[in-house]
Each structure stands twice: as structure tokens, then as C-alpha cells.
């Protein structure tokens, strides 16, 4: 496995591909999984730009700030150099 690219990139692209097909269960799937992987999970600009419906935005952000504390309490908590 290429280390190169995080998995959020294919996970926000088939969160993609689920919204514009109508299909809102995949879609939260995909999401949730590419903020699982990284706490940049989808672009912002990607989650507004009319592909998702405003119920998977409000998700989104609700993971992204989810994950944002995931990295600010890692962060808090190691040693400090």
C-alpha cells in the first residue's frame, strides 16, 4: 500500500459519488470513514460546492470538529521536546 496518499482522498471521492446518486446512507458511510482516516476527512470547499445535501454537510462538520479535538488532545498530551 502507497503511504504517499492518505484514504481520506478516495473515501471523500466515493462520499462524492454516493451524494449525486441519491444515496445518503453510502454517503454518510463515506464520509465517516474519511474522517476516521484523517482529520481533514473532505474539503471543505468540496462539501459546499452543491454536491451534498445540507444534511451531509451539517454530518461532515460534525466529524471534522470531532476529529479536530481527537488531534488537539493528542497533541496536548505528548511529551514535549
Not at 4 to 17: Q, S
Not at 60 to 75: F, N
Amino acid at each position: 500500500m502507497d503511504s504517499t496518499f492518505d484514504l481520506a482522498l478516495p473515501f471523500g471521492e466515493m462520499a462524492m459519488y454516493a451524494a449525486q446518486h441519491g444515496d445518503r446512507e453510502a454517503a454518510r458511510q463515506w464520509i465517516r470513514q474519511a474522517f476516521a482516516e484523517s482529520a481533514a476527512g473532505i474539503d471543505y470547499r468540496m462539501m459546499r460546492s452543491g454536491m451534498f445535501e445540507p444534511a451531509l454537510i451539517v454530518y461532515a462538520d460534525s466529524l471534522q470538529s470531532s476529529a479536530y479535538r481527537r488531534v488537539s488532545a493528542t497533541a496536548a498530551s505528548e511529551p514535549k521536546r
